[in-house]
């Protein structure tokens, strides 16, 4: 009001140019503001009912990790899609891990470069977790570790995909001496090989090298609690476990580390080692299992080399040669990475996204819970002498 009478205080001559020019100032201004998608814009406090900002495309969700990376995905709220190949049966449990109409499937082909860009259309992440522990009719590992993930990661660049994280292997990147198999495990080499691959599709790719991951349904603490892994009361290992260090990391320390590298900045780019923070030797921890199992008997598992055994590379074989799932997924090339000790090469890990990662000891008791002997038992408080843990040195 203010304003107006200063206006018309300059007199009738002087008044209509000056409304005439504050009006076209108006309408500049208004020509220059940019149009916003309100749907992508971040909404709530965080937490699944808000909305981060993140779109994440999830290849490989139905696998062991892919539950833990999701239901961290949507914790923070971010809107998750997740590619499924078979039956909807196999992922329909992840839609609880957000909030009402946040997590969405589509089906998939990991050959099918149509059914690909579909899935990342709309997405700001990619997450690849796709990888086989044992080679199929259908999909060997050169099509799944190498072209597979060199298609996803060509194909989210060229449908202008911010981040891509791919998940490789801890090892894969130096050559190995053949235990039982000559030139060592083809899982590491065509691990290796990918990392190549996704590097020259998505320079500004994240790679994560996990190594032996535990957790529930895993295909760590499971194989050894194994019977079909067992020789009846003896446990056969590679060099019979001595001088063989292994790093285990906890499951959910490396789905934190994807989710965090989201977030960083400093991330892209970076290829990060996800191990635990202690190093054991491969027979301590078998024994060690076998304590917390109650299973170790009078003189304890026995373990020794297997190299000359021909039982076990027998009952290896026969389980490649079977139509499903390996009995105890047990493979010539799951022993011979058995064989092959955790040696970091002084990249980033998880504690430099800020990860606290988890102590074996803590964990594995409960992990390891179902397969304890006479595991129905109702035991008193303190019934039982607690399994005393396995020597250790730090990771790093």
């Not at 990391?249 to 580390?257: I, L, T």
């Not at 890990?349 to 000891?361: A, P, S």
Request: hydrophobic share 40%.
């Amino acid at each position: 009001m203010a304003l107006q009478k200063k206006i018309f205080s300059l007199g009738f001559d002087v008044a209509p140019k000056v409304l005439a020019s504050s009006a076209i100032q108006k309408r500049n201004a208004s020509s220059d503001v940019a149009a916003l998608n309100v749907a992508s814009l971040k909404k709530g406090l965080g937490g699944r009912s808000s909305f981060s900002g993140t779109v994440a495309t999830v290849f490989g969700a139905s696998g062991f990790m892919g539950r833990y990376v999701v239901n961290r995905l949507g914790k923070i709220g971010s809107q998750v899609i997740i590619p499924y190949r078979g039956d909807s049966y196999d992922v329909r449990h992840l839609k609880l891990a957000g909030d009402l109409g946040q997590i969405m499937f589509m089906e998939y082909h990991l050959e099918d470069e149509e059914s690909i860009r579909r899935a990342v259309k709309y997405s700001n992440v990619v997450i690849n977790l796709v990888g086989r522990d044992w080679e199929t009719m259908n999909f060997d590992f050169e099509k799944v570790h190498i072209e597979g993930a060199h298609r996803l990661a060509a194909i989210s660049k060229e449908m202008g995909v911010k981040k891509f994280i791919h998940v490789s292997a801890l090892n894969c990147d130096r050559d190995h001496e053949g235990y039982i198999l000559e030139g060592g495990s083809k899982y590491l080499k065509t691990k290796g090989e990918g990392e190549k691959a996704v590097r020259a599709a998505f320079p500004e790719a994240t790679i994560m090298r996990p190594s032996e991951t535990y957790g529930q349904e895993d295909r760590f603490l499971r194989y050894y609690a194994g019977k079909w892994r067992h020789q009846g009361r003896v446990m056969p290992l590679p060099l019979g476990g001595n001088g063989v260090w292994k790093m285990p990391v906890h499951v959910p320390d490396v789905a934190q580390g994807i989710v965090n590298a989201i977030k960083n900045p400093e991330a892209v780019g970076q290829t990060y080692e996800a191990v635990g923070p202690r190093k054991y030797e491969l027979n301590e921890l078998v024994e060690w299992f076998h304590r917390v199992m109650r299973k170790e008997g009078e003189a304890g598992i026995l373990t020794y080399d297997m190299k000359w055994d021909p039982i076990i590379k027998l009952k290896a074989r026969i389980t490649e040669l079977g139509p499903s799932w390996p009995v105890g997924t047990l493979t010539r090339d799951k022993i011979e990475r058995e064989a092959v000790s955790d040696v970091l090469s002084g990249l980033p890990t998880l504690e430099d996204l800020g990860v606290n990662l988890t102590k074996m000891e803590d964990q594995v008791p409960w992990e390891l819970r179902p397969f304890r002997a006479n595991s129905d038992y109702q035991e008193d408080v303190g019934e039982f002498e607690v399994a005393s843990p396995p020597k250790y040195l730090a990771a790093h």
